[in-house]
T-cell receptor, first 113, second 115 residues
Framework: AQSVSQHNHHVILSEAASLELGCNYS??????LFWYVQYPGQHLQLLLK??????LVKGIKGFEAEFIKSKFSFNLRKPSVQWSDTAEYFC???????????FGGGTRVLVKP | GAGVSQSPRYKVTKRGQDVALRCDPI?????LYWYRQALGQGPEFLTY????????KSGLPNDRFSAERPEGSISTLTIQRTEQRDSAMYRC?????????????FGPGTRLTVL
């Protein structure tokens, strides 16, 4: 069975700092990769996804992620965070031939103004 | 309101009672998914439907859990004889198609507490 690991459970940083959240998955076949975000009081929403092509994917709100197949990783990055990026971030994966998502445990990010 | 809606938003019940959680997907979405999220963890897949057909129920933890989508739109997740370990956030999502690359749009969730 596939699994997803997010290395950091909590991250605290100041505005304008750079953010990188790690995500690794275990599955040997072809996968699709997603990052979802949940802002306080809101529901999960998609930040970005990768399924083919350029392994560097750009999403909403200045986020990007890089798929490194050899490392089974899909790390999320933002060069300069804002207070409004305070949220919980979830990495998820599904098989190319399936659709049910397997999520990581999430990373809570707190951006101090 | 064009998003996925769920009701109730909060449900407190006593152990042994049955509960029914409702999901109203985005209009026209073919696929509907149920996930469960325990505190401090990510969502875990329970089951999904294409139209009214339940395609995969491999994530349902036991036979107390069931789901239906009789007309291919609204879905109900039913938990019979609830137990304290059923306490969690239950999330519903829908997507235009069943394609693996299709975005799943999530609702606000139902927070279930079993006393």
């Amino acid at each position: 069975a596939q699994s997803v690991s997010q290395h950091n459970h909590h991250v605290i940083l100041s505005e304008a700092a750079s953010l990188e959240l790690g995500c690794n998955y275990s599955y040997g076949g072809t996968v699709n990769l997603f990052w979802y975000v949940q802002y306080p009081g809101q529901h999960l929403q998609l930040l970005l996804k990768y399924f083919s092509g350029d392994p560097l994917v750009k999403g909403i709100k200045g986020f990007e992620a890089e798929f490194i197949k050899s490392k089974f990783s899909f790390n999320l990055r933002k060069p300069s965070v804002q207070w409004s990026d305070t949220a919980e971030y979830f990495c998820a994966v599904n098989k190319a031939a399936g659709n049910k998502l397997t999520f990581g445990g999430g990373t809570r990010v707190l951006v101090k103004p | 309101g064009a998003g996925v809606s769920q009701s109730p938003r909060y449900k407190v019940t006593k152990r042994g009672q049955d509960v029914a959680l409702r999901c109203d997907p985005i209009s026209g979405h073919v696929s509907l998914y149920w996930y469960r999220q325990a505190l401090g963890q990510g969502p875990e897949f329970l089951t999904y439907f294409n139209y009214e057909a339940q395609q995969d129920k491999s994530g349902l933890p036991n036979d107390r859990f069931s789901a239906e989508r009789p007309e291919g739109s609204i879905s109900t997740l039913t938990i019979q004889r609830t137990e304290q370990r059923d306490s969690a956030m239950y999330r519903c999502a829908s997507s235009w198609t069943s394609g693996s690359t299709d975005t799943q749009y999530f609702g606000p969730g139902t927070r279930l507490t079993v006393l």
